[in-house]
């Protein structure tokens, strides 16, 4: 399996930005963060396939968030800008050595959106 060490969680007001870090420690097919907010179901936020860069966003975050990636440093980042107080979770990064399912995960991140 692959460990996920995540990063970059923090307290930020409304409109502003953070970008957080997932470092993997071996390759993955694919690569994703998702959330969970209290008293919520974890959602997907996006993902990447590492071999192309493809990705796949949720509606709630398109044209306000990016997934990328650093292969020389086996990282993903996701960068927040316009962060709305509703962006307030936990943040975890996740991945899978295949096509299916994600099966590791990291320790998550808290992002916190003051109004």
């Known amino acids: 399996q692959v460990q996920l060490v995540e990063s970059g969680g923090g307290l930020v007001q409304a409109g502003g930005s953070l970008r957080l870090s997932c470092a993997a420690s071996?390759?993955?097919?694919?690569v994703g963060w998702f959330r969970q907010a209290p008293g919520k179901e974890r959602e997907f936020v996006c993902g990447m396939r590492w071999s192309d860069g493809g990705t796949l966003y949720a509606d709630s975050v398109k044209g306000r968030f990016t997934i990328s990636k650093d292969n020389a440093k086996n990282t993903v980042y996701l960068q927040m800008n316009s962060l709305k107080p509703e962006d307030t979770a936990v943040y975890y990064c996740?991945?899978?050595?295949?096509?299916?399912?994600?099966?590791?995960w990291g320790q998550g991140t808290q992002v916190t959106v003051s109004s």
């Open positions: 996740a991945a899978t050595k295949t096509s299916g399912p994600y099966d590791c």
């Open positions: 071996g390759r993955t097919f694919k």
